[in-house]
């Protein structure tokens, strides 16, 4: 009997041994098993949401890139019928009558500058030929008057036409760096002998330079 107790309590005893073993061994191989499912789920969402978000991305890159320059640029997206899909062509079409209002307003802009710049064209041509010298006493500051206000006219048109135009987007090689103390000198210029006149003293108090990014003609209006 004391042979067989000892033999049964060794026996319980491997047991206990291999089923501790076997149970350390699970445990093992479940946490490493659950680790890879959780590095691979999560590398397939990555994967996946990349995916979905691709034309997104692309959505964005491209609204970011179209201005008024480039208003005949569309996203284009392709793919199923989806809600981005019906997002990128509501878009396409927003971008599609902004640029036939843009064009609308170029076209305007420029009949306005043909129409308006014509007449003043023909006053000028018919002083100077109509008025050429000889003149009679007087009628030549008459003429030098009326020639210096249709050369103020016709700036004054070209800066607002351009002014106008610049709503829409103005090429780089149409600005250029200015100073506005230029300009605010050529007014006053032009302003002293009227101001004289009416004894009004006019100064100019500028410091320092004053630099713009725009055109001559927008700085003098």
């Not at 089923?19 to 969402?45: K, R």
């Not at 802009?109 to 002083?127: D, G, Y």
């Not at 709503?167 to 101001?195: C, Y």
């Amino acid at each position: 009997m004391p042979d067989d107790a000892i033999g049964l309590r060794l026996t319980d005893h491997i047991v206990r041994m291999v089923q501790d073993t076997v149970l350390q061994q699970l445990l093992l191989w479940s946490g490493a098993g659950l680790a890879l499912i959780a590095l691979l789920t999560g590398f397939m969402g990555w994967w996946l949401v990349g995916r979905a978000l691709t034309p997104v991305a692309a959505m964005t890159d491209t609204a970011r890139r179209i201005s008024e320059q480039h208003l005949h640029e569309r996203l284009a997206l392709t793919g199923p019928d989806d809600e981005l899909h019906r997002l990128a062509g509501t878009f396409d079409s927003m971008l599609d009558r902004l640029e036939k209002s843009f064009e609308s307003r170029r076209r305007f802009v420029a009949n306005a500058s043909h129409e308006l710049r014509t007449p003043l064209a023909v006053q000028r041509t018919s002083l100077e030929v109509g008025l050429a010298d000889p003149l009679p006493e007087g009628l030549a500051d008459v003429r030098e008057d009326l020639l210096a206000m249709n050369r103020d006219a016709e700036t004054l048109i070209a800066s607002l036409l351009l002014l106008a135009r610049s709503d829409l987007g103005l090429d780089e090689d149409e600005t250029e760096e200015s100073d506005l103390r230029d300009a605010a000198h050529q007014a006053v210029g032009r302003l002293l002998p009227q101001a004289e006149e009416k004894k009004v003293s006019l100064e100019l108090a500028a410091d320092g330079p004053m630099p713009v990014i725009g055109t001559r003609c927008c700085c003098a209006i």
